[in-house]
Structures are given as C-alpha cells and as structure tokens.
C-alpha cells in the first residue's frame, strides 16, 4: 500500500458555490454577487452556538454508539496521503424549511477553534427531518472539488444511513473521498507538468534555458514543483 502524500496545492480547479443560489464564482467573496447571501444570513437563521468540527457531531443523539474509533482509522489512511484534509460528520434534525446547505456553510464557518486548517476541512451534514446531505469544503478544499463526481459518494453514504449501516457508511465515504482526492491530485500534476514543459519550451525558444533544471532558484519560482519532489521521498 502507498503511503505517498499529495500537495493540496495542486488540485484541478472546479468553481465555488453559493450556498443559497449555488451560483458559480472563482475566488472567496464575502457575499454571493447573485443573491447578496453572507455569513451573517445563516447568523440570523441560526442564533445559537455552534458546536466543534469534531469527526461525528451528532447533538441529538442521532448516531449509534461506538463508531468514532472506527472512523478514526479510516480517517488516519486519508490523512496519510493528504495530512491537511479534516473530516466531520454532523447529523441534526432541523426545523422544516431549513436549508441542509446554508447549515453546513453556517456551521463550517462559525464552529468554535476556526485556525488556517479550515480551510481544507470537509463537513458533511445529514438532515433526518429533510433527509438531504449536504457536503461542505474549507475555502482552500472548495476549488478543487467537483459536485458532481462527489454525489455518488453522498447517494451511497445516504444508502447506508437509510439500512441503519452507519459504519460501512461513513468508513466508505472517507475511503470514496480519498479516491476522488486522489484522482483530482493526479490530474492537476499531470497539468503542472504539461504546464511546465510548455514554460520550459518558451524559454528555450527565447533563449533564456541556460541555467541548470534543479537549481535553488527554479525551486524557489515552482513552488510546486519543489513541494512534490519533497513529497516523493516522503
């Protein structure tokens, strides 16, 4: 088994949501230019103290008993290839009408302890009175994560909860979320170094390929580059 870690830096971009609109845009705003919805909407919806990103919040006692060491250890194995990634699951019933998604953003934004990790923290929250699931990322994660390829992972977990298998369920998210993770990895480096072998290629058509490949400065100006020759010792 492969123990290589993976850049978070490197991942295919994708396109952050809106969590009321869904609409598209390409950097973190403080409020969608769609719809105008900001944090202190959800602030509003939800007037109350919001609890720790722990791996299973579960404030009604929703979840069996016993599944946070086994989780544990499927969380270890994705964090061994992506030691920045964090995961939690939250399961509540909200009222009727609630949003699941405006929950999640609310919670991943405003849980106590908020440090730069949060920004590559996934939080996933399932609603029992609406029965949705809601996947939420860290604005560092949010990029480079397509929904799409994500829904089959959330249909399954949903499967699971429904048969009452709670630990297949969530052991199998986080092993579907390394994969897709690990699939997104794979295709940004294959794009970083085509990128680079185009750079190499203008400059050695402008003539400025004299200096040697591994120099400290090269290093120095591809951050990624150096970051994942230092991954492939690890």
């Known amino acids: 088994m492969s123990h290589r870690k993976y850049s978070a830096r490197v991942f295919t971009r994708a396109g952050m949501l809106c969590p009321h609109c869904r609409a598209k845009f390409e950097h973190p705003e403080e409020s969608c230019s769609h719809c105008e919805f900001d944090l202190s909407v959800c602030e509003k919806a939800f007037p109350f103290s919001p609890p720790p990103l722990t791996p299973i919040i579960d404030p009604s006692g929703l979840v069996p008993a016993g599944l946070n060491e086994d989780l544990a250890k499927a969380t270890q194995k994705l964090r061994k290839r992506f030691p920045k990634i964090e995961i939690s699951f939250c399961f ?37 009175t609406s029965g949705q699931l809601a996947l939420s990322a860290g604005y560092g994660l949010e990029p480079y994560i397509k929904n799409d390829l994500w829904e089959a992972a959330l249909q399954e977990l949903a499967a699971c909860i429904a048969d009452e298998e709670w630990k297949e369920g969530l052991n199998g998210f986080v092993a579907d979320a390394r994969t897709l993770l690990t699939a997104a990895w794979n295709l940004a480096e294959q794009r970083r170094l085509k990128n680079h072998r185009k750079l190499e290629t203008h400059r050695t058509r402008d003539g400025q390929s004299e200096r040697p490949e591994s120099s400290e400065g090269d290093e120095k100006s591809d951050p990624e580059r150096s970051n994942t020759e230092e991954l492939a010792k690890s």
């Not at 106590?112 to 949060?118: F, I, N, V």
């Open 92 to 128: 509540v019933r909200l009222q009727p009408g609630v949003a699941t998604q405006e929950f999640a953003f609310w919670l991943h934004n405003s849980a106590p302890h908020a440090d730069e990790t949060r920004a590559w923290h996934l939080l996933v929250v399932g609603d029992f």
